[in-house]
């Protein structure tokens, strides 16, 4: 069973994407700041990481580039769904490590389809 952490500051976010992703079958975590959901996936290791940009504690560029860094957590995949659709904010996605990039709001059939390219998972 693949595992994925939720890191967004907002609930209703967190939610809307559980909603999303559980009917899938993958164990789900949820963070609720960047410093949570760099402790939540060193402890989990999870495949894959649905990562907020602004969080407070830390952004999620900094929790991205902290976990690329680390060899022990440096191949999780993550995944940056966030309000911030500039090229600025996507080509800062990229430089601190991000694997994909996703706007909100997001549609739930989109989001399902990059996490499961991401994870390897044929439709």
Same mark, same amino acid.
């Given at each position: 069973? $693949?595992?994925?952490?939720? !890191?967004?500051?907002?609930?209703?976010?967190?939610?809307?994407?559980?909603?999303?992703?559980?009917?899938?079958? $993958?164990?789900?975590?949820? !963070?609720? +700041?960047?410093?949570? =959901?760099?402790? &939540?996936?060193?402890?989990?290791?999870?495949?894959?990481?649905?990562? +907020?940009?602004?969080?407070? #504690?830390? *952004? #999620? $560029?900094?929790?991205?580039?902290?976990?690329k &860094?680390?060899?022990? *957590?440096?191949n999780?995949?993550?995944?940056?769904? *966030? =309000?911030? #659709?500039?090229?600025?904010?996507?080509? *800062?996605a990229?430089?601190?490590?991000?694997? =994909? $990039?996703?706007?909100?709001?997001?549609?739930? !059939?989109?989001?399902?389809?990059?996490?499961?390219? !991401?994870? #390897?998972?044929?439709?």
């Amino acid at each position: 069973m $693949y595992k994925i952490l939720i !890191a967004d500051d907002g609930e209703d976010i967190r939610e809307l994407i559980r909603l999303t992703l559980e009917e899938e079958g $993958y164990e789900l975590s949820e !963070a609720v +700041d960047g410093n949570d =959901a760099l402790e &939540k996936a060193r402890a989990l290791k999870p495949d894959l990481i649905v990562l +907020d940009v602004m969080m407070p #504690g830390k *952004t #999620g $560029y900094v929790v991205c580039e902290e976990l690329k &860094k680390d060899p022990a *957590t440096k191949n999780i995949f993550i995944l940056f769904l *966030t =309000a911030r #659709g500039s090229p600025i904010s996507q080509n *800062t996605a990229n430089q601190s490590g991000g694997d =994909a $990039y996703m706007t909100k709001p997001f549609e739930p !059939a989109e989001l399902r389809t990059k996490v499961k390219k !991401a994870l #390897g998972i044929k439709n």
